[in-house]
C-alpha cells in the first residue's frame, strides 16, 4: 500500500510539473487553426471511426478543456499512451503547438452565454449511480462531468460512449506495446470494474448533457 501511495505521489508531482511548465506557453486559438491538418481528418468528420484496437468513434475534442488536450498530448509524446497514430502525430508538436492546438480545440464550437446545468438533467438508474459511487467519478470530473476540479482532467459528459469504453478499458491494459495508458490513479479506478460495468458507465456518461462537439472542417488544408 505504502508503495502504491508512493507511485501515486510521484506521478502527482511529475504532472504537477509538466503541467506548470505548459502553464508558461499561452495557446494561440488563431495559430491553432492552421496547425490542425494532421487533425481534422479523424476529429473534423462527423461519426469517423478508428479501427484500432477495435471500432469505435474518435472523440470529440472541439470544446474539450485545453489543458487536458496539453496533458493528452505530452501523455502520447512521451508513450505514457500508446495509440501509434497518436503517438506519431504528438511526437511531431512542439509544445508551443500543443498550446496552439489547445485553444483552437477549447474555444471550437463554443457558444457564447451558453451554460450546462449545474447537475446532469438525465436520470442515472440506481445500477449506474452504484457504479459511479464505487470510483467517486464526480469528485475529479465534477457533479455534471463537464466541470473536472483540474483542468488537467478530461470533460466525459457527451462523450462517445464506444470511444470512452475504449479508454477506459485502455489504463487496464498491461504489458501491450500497442495498446495502453498509464496513468496510475485512472489504472486503479478502472481495474475496480469488469468491462460490462465499464460499458454501462461509458453509456450513461455519453448521454450527459455536453459542451463536446464535432466541428465540420469545410476543406482539408
Known amino acids: 500500500m505504502n508503495k502504491l501511495f508512493t507511485t501515486i505521489f510521484a506521478v502527482t508531482v511529475s504532472c504537477a510539473t509538466a503541467l506548470s511548465f505548459a502553464q508558461e506557453i499561452r495557446g494561440d486559438a488563431k495559430a491553432g487553426g492552421t496547425k490542425n491538418a494532421m487533425c481534422i481528418g479523424c476529429h ?69 452565454g451558453a451554460e450546462l446545468p449545474a447537475h446532469p438533467t438525465q436520470e442515472a438508474s440506481a445500477e449506474v449511480q452504484s457504479l459511479l459511487g464505487k470510483a467517486n467519478c464526480a469528485s475529479c470530473h465534477g457533479a455534471n462531468f463537464s466541470k473536472p476540479i483540474d483542468p488537467a482532467y478530461p470533460k466525459l459528459a457527451g462523450q462517445h460512449a464506444d470511444y470512452l ?8 491494459t498491461e504489458n501491450n506495446p500497442l495498446v495502453g495508458r498509464g496513468n496510475v490513479i485512472m489504472a486503479s479506478m478502472a481495474k475496480q470494474y469488469t468491462n460490462a460495468e465499464l460499458k454501462v458507465l461509458a453509456t450513461y456518461l455519453s448521454s450527459v448533457d455536453s459542451e463536446l462537439k464535432v466541428v465540420p472542417q469545410s476543406k482539408f488544408r
Request: hydrophobic share 40%; net charge positive; no cysteine.
Open 44 to 112: 473534423g468528420i462527423k461519426g469517423y471511426q478508428s479501427s484500432f484496437p477495435e471500432v469505435y468513434k474518435v472523440p470529440m475534442i472541439s470544446g474539450q478543456g485545453a489543458k487536458y488536450i496539453v496533458t493528452a498530448l505530452n501523455e502520447y509524446k512521451k508513450g505514457d499512451r500508446k495509440y501509434p497514430t497518436m503517438r506519431s502525430i504528438a511526437a511531431s508538436l512542439t509544445d508551443q503547438d500543443m498550446a496552439d492546438l489547445a485553444a483552437y480545440y477549447s474555444a471550437s464550437g463554443v457558444v457564447a
Open 165 to 172: 469504453f475504449v479508454a477506459l478499458k485502455a489504463y487496464k
